[in-house]
T-cell receptor, first 111, second 119 residues
Framework: RKEVEQDPGPFNVPEGATVAFNCTYS??????FFWYRQDCRKEPKLLMS???SGNEDGRFTAQLNRASQYISLLIRDSKLSDSATYLC????????????FGSGTRLLVRP | GAVVSQHPSWVICKSGTSVKIECRSL??????MFWYRQFPKQSLMLMAT?????????EQGVEKDKFLINHASLTLSTLTVTSAHPEDSSFYIC???????????????FGQGTRLTVV
């Protein structure tokens, strides 16, 4: 089983739509969670950290469910510029501070 | 925000030659840097954790003699792909975090990546 699993998509949605991605992780001791965004042939960039209480940043909302070991990202009012691959990232509970990436979910927002 | 600079952004080399990729943290000290590899339409796969002043820690399945990592200073880590072959062609990305023991949510900053093509 992969440490971090995501539906690869693609999710093809019209502008203005609401879209949600889920991600599951295998290490129940994991402590830190993130969503990164990666555009084609570019480096990943942090979208938001995911906190236990859930957090929101504008049109983006992240949720963490520790009991079920999954993380979600909700994007409201999708924009064309939201088209990208969204990477679920987990920091396993060890001393290395390394990040483990999911395979990414591709989002295509059409006019 | 912190910036990580990676060089070169792309390189084409002949099979059998070695290629060095540099990763620099520009405005913070990075005691730990990470090297990833990404094949087309796949996720970033962690290759190794580079620790300043000590040997790198390699992930399972990554050949340490083929992918030489040197982290000689707090702002520079290098990855050398030795005797490169076409199957080593990939997108290599470095990352660094400002380690804060009280906050595991510190952002990881990524270099721009190096697209290696071995012909």
């Amino acid at each position: 089983r992969k440490e971090v699993e995501q539906d690869p998509g693609p999710f093809n949605v019209p502008e203005g739509a609401t879209v949600a991605f889920n991600c599951t992780y295998s290490n129940s001791a994991s402590q830190s969670f993130f969503w990164y965004r990666q555009d084609c042939r570019k480096e990943p960039k942090l979208l938001m950290s995911v906190y236990s209480s859930g957090n929101e940043d504008g049109r983006f909302t992240a949720q963490l469910n520790r009991a079920s070991q999954y993380i979600s990202l909700l994007i409201r009012d999708s924009k064309l510029s939201d088209s990208a691959t969204y990477l679920c990232v987990v920091n396993p509970m060890d001393s290395s501070y390394k990040l483990i990436f999911g395979s990414g979910t591709r989002l295509l927002v059409r006019p | 925000g912190a910036v990580v600079s990676q060089h070169p952004s792309w390189v084409i080399c002949k099979s059998g030659t070695s290629v060095k990729i540099e990763c620099r943290s520009l405005d913070f000290q990075a005691t730990t840097m990470f090297w990833y590899r990404q094949f087309p339409k796949q996720s970033l796969m962690l290759m190794a954790t580079s620790n300043e002043g000590s040997k790198a820690t390699y992930e399972q399945g990554v050949e340490k003699d083929k992918f030489l990592i040197n982290h000689a200073s707090l702002t520079l880590s290098t990855l050398t792909v030795t005797s490169a072959h076409p199957e080593d062609s990939s997108f290599y990305i470095c990352s660094a975090r400002e380690i804060d023991l009280s906050d595991r949510n510190t952002e990881a900053f990524f270099g721009q990546g190096t697209r290696l093509t071995v012909v």
